[in-house]
């Protein structure tokens, strides 16, 4: 069988190391999903976003992973860099919505 | 830089008195949000314009809380009658609503503390 990633509150990574951040979603209808990084006081910062049609996508040193069967999204981070350690949202977009819902964030922190 | 502005970035009041935030959107975007973000928890919707008209309203957002976008570009967001529970972060984000995505960007947010 197919194992569903865990949210975790936290998570600590060496630098260098790749990370990988999981997020469930909650609505079936949601068909697009984006995650956010928030540096302590600033605003969320757009990472990649990806769209229920996809399974997918690659950006710069990150790739966004969709799982609808089972409602799974994960982030991954190649080779974590301290300048990554941060806040990470997921958040979802139900069809013909406008808002976003966000989850409830995970921390990383990354080692030297 | 052309990102989303907001103004102030922090606010202390003392319970009962009235606030009022600007936020500038990122030039052309026809749509703006409005979040509230509490310590440790991601960003929660409040309300939502296309151009100037107001289109959703959160069940958060009490008659206490006023939001206008006039000509379509800046939004304010009021706060009448604070209350130490409105201490938060208060975020603004802006989108086009055309053949793309519709992404939100945030901007820096407006930290407020009810005394």
């Known amino acids: 069988g197919e194992s569903v990633g865990l949210h975790l509150p936290t998570l600590s990574v060496q630098e260098g190391d790749n990370s990988i951040i999981n997020c469930a979603y909650s609505n079936s209808a949601s068909d697009y999903f984006i995650w956010y990084k928030q540096e302590s006081g600033k605003g969320p910062q757009f990472i990649i976003d990806?769209?229920?049609?996809?399974d997918k996508r690659q950006g710069q040193r990150v790739t966004v992973l969709l799982n609808k069967t089972v409602k799974h999204l994960s982030l991954q981070i190649a080779a974590t860099q301290p300048g990554d350690s941060a806040v990470y949202f997921c958040a979802e977009r139900g069809g013909g919505d406008y808002k976003l819902s966000f989850g409830a964030g995970t921390t990383v922190t990354v080692r030297a | 830089d052309t990102g989303v502005s907001q103004d102030p970035r922090h606010k202390i009041t003392k319970r009962g008195q009235n606030v009022t935030f600007r936020c500038d959107p990122i030039s052309e975007h026809n749509r703006l949000y409005w979040y509230r973000q509490t310590l440790g928890q991601g960003p929660e919707f409040l309300t939502y314009?296309?151009?100037?008209?107001?289109?959703?309203k959160s069940r958060l957002l009490s008659d206490r809380f006023s939001a206008e976008r006039p000509k379509g570009s800046f939004s304010t967001l009021e706060i009448q009658r604070t209350e130490q529970g409105d201490s938060a972060m208060y975020l603004c984000?802006?989108?086009?609503?055309?053949?793309?995505?519709?992404?939100?960007?945030f901007g820096p947010g407006t930290r407020l503390t009810v005394l």
């Open positions: 984000a802006s989108s086009f609503a055309g053949k793309g995505t519709d992404t939100q960007y």
């Open positions: 314009f296309q151009n100037e008209a107001q289109l959703e």
């Open positions: 990806i769209r229920s049609n996809m």
